[in-house]
Nanobody
Framework: QVQLVESGGGLVQAGGSLRLSCAAS????????MGWYRQAPGKQRELVAT??????????NYADSVKGRFSVSRDNAKNTVYLQMNSLKPEDTAVYSC????????????????WGQGTLVTVSS
């Protein structure tokens, strides 16, 4: 089993910043991708940002709506992914969920997609 613990959501005024964190723990053999999705009220879940872990620097992917404002990063040693959100807009209001693609122990390793419970980000105008 792999568990995800998210933190950092809250209420912020438009133009402000927040930083989300998500730490993975449990039967982890190898994490291949980490990232964030969000779901606003009445809308489908959408990708926010992901980062792979197969290289030292990691390859990132962002939704067009957050490019230039959000930054995803990870600490491989801590199995943690971060989302730095700047210049927040009211339309960024949503439940943000952490996502991890991970090979789990014991051998033979199994690949799982694990989701966090989500943390609410509210941006007031």
């Amino acid at each position: 089993q792999v568990q995800l613990v998210e933190s950092g959501g809250g209420l912020v005024q438009a133009g402000g910043s927040l930083r989300l964190s998500c730490a993975a723990s449990g039967s982890i053999a190898d994490i291949r991708v980490m990232g964030w999705y969000r779901q606003a009220p009445g809308k489908q879940r959408e990708l926010v940002a992901t980062i792979t872990t197969v290289t030292t620097s990691g390859s990132t992917n962002y939704a067009d709506s957050v490019k230039g404002r959000f930054s995803v990063s990870r600490d491989n040693a801590k199995n943690t992914v971060y989302l730095q959100m700047n210049s927040l807009k009211p339309e960024d209001t949503a439940v943000y969920s952490c996502y991890v693609g991970v090979f789990t122990t014991p051998a033979p390793y199994k690949y799982l997609e694990v989701w966090g419970q989500g943390t609410l980000v509210t941006v007031s105008s």
